[in-house]
C-alpha cells in the first residue's frame, strides 16, 4: 500500500474484483495469493499430503521417510510446519517417533478412501 500511495480500502476493493474474477483468492492468516492460469493447487492439510509421500513414493512398513528438510523443499513450506504436520501423522501412528540422528520410518500405511 506505502509503496503504489493507495489505502487499505483500495486494496481490498481490488482484491473483492480480483476474487471475483478467479484471478485472485484469500489464504489463512488474512493474506491473498494470485491464480495462476492453468495452476492446480492442491488444497488438502499437509499432514493429509504427507501422507500420500508412503504411497506416491511407494514406502512399505519399516522403510526411512523423507526429511524433514527434502519434504520442505518439495512442498513449498517451512520446516517447522512439516514438523508439525509429521507430528499429527505420529499421533496417527503412521510414522515412528523422530529422535536426533533418527530418521522417522514407516509404521504403518495410510487407508485409502477413494
Not at 492468516?29 to 504427507?50: A, I, K, S, T
Not at 517447522?80 to 504403518?108: H, I, M, N, Y
Request: charged letters at 30%; aromatic letters at 2%.
Amino acid at each position: 500500500m506505502r509503496e503504489h500511495g493507495v489505502s487499505r480500502g483500495v486494496v481490498l476493493r481490488v482484491l473483492a474484483v480480483l476474487r471475483e474474477q478467479g484471478l485472485a483468492e484469500p489464504v489463512p492468516g488474512g493474506r491473498w495469493r494470485v491464480v495462476r492460469p492453468g495452476e492446480q493447487v492442491d488444497r488438502r492439510p499437509l499432514d493429509e499430503r504427507l501422507a500420500d509421500v508412503i504411497a506416491d513414493d511407494e514406502l512399505a512398513v519399516g522403510a526411512r521417510f523423507p526429511s524433514t528438510t527434502e519434504l520442505s523443499a518439495r512442498f513449498g513450506v517451512s520446516r517447522p510446519t512439516v514438523s508439525r504436520a509429521l507430528d499429527k501423522l505420529e499421533a496417527a501412528g503412521l510414522l515412528s517417533e523422530a529422535r536426533q540422528g533418527k530418521q522417522r520410518t514407516v509404521r504403518a500405511l495410510p487407508k485409502r478412501t477413494e
